[in-house]
């Protein structure tokens, strides 16, 4: 096989896998498109294993997500890429292994957390119901 050979069969598949198909193994799943394995999922595409996830796109492992993207193992996440082992967090992006944080981005190991910056337990929840309110989000 030669290069341009490759690239143009590797070409093919990417805009192939683009292309919606058929959810597999899902339960009660609507209005999604290319998923495995998930439950009471809406509206998302290309989820794996991944279960109660609104309009998100390629999460596996997730659970409760509403609007997020890219993420492995998320709970609870809204408006949130790229995130990993992480839960309740709030357009948030890059972070990793941490909980309760709002607008963050590349976060690890963290918590009670607004836009990088450490809050303390009561603190957070005052800010964020404001934000969340402001921002018209659930």
């Known amino acids: 096989m030669k290069k341009q050979e490759f690239e143009a069969a590797l070409k093919a598949l990417v805009a192939g896998a683009k292309e919606a198909k058929e959810s597999t193994g899902c339960v009660a799943c609507e209005k999604c498109a290319s998923c495995t394995d998930c439950t009471f999922c809406e509206q ?6 991944s ?13 409760h ?10 709970s609870q996440c809204i408006d949130s890429v790229k995130c990993i082992g ?12 941490c909980t309760h944080c709002f607008g963050c981005v590349g976060l690890r190991g963290k918590e009670f957390h607004i836009l990088n910056e450490r809050y303390d337990k009561a603190s957070y929840f005052a800010l964020t119901a404001q934000l969340r309110k402001e921002l018209g989000l659930p």
């Open 44 to 49: 998302s595409e290309r989820l794996v294993r």
């Open 51 to 63: 279960h109660y996830c609104r309009m998100s796109t390629d999460l596996i492992d997730c659970s």
């Open 65 to 74: 997500c509403l609007r997020c993207r890219d993420c492995l193992r998320a």
């Open 86 to 97: 992480s839960a309740f967090l709030v357009r948030s992006e890059g972070c990793v292994d």
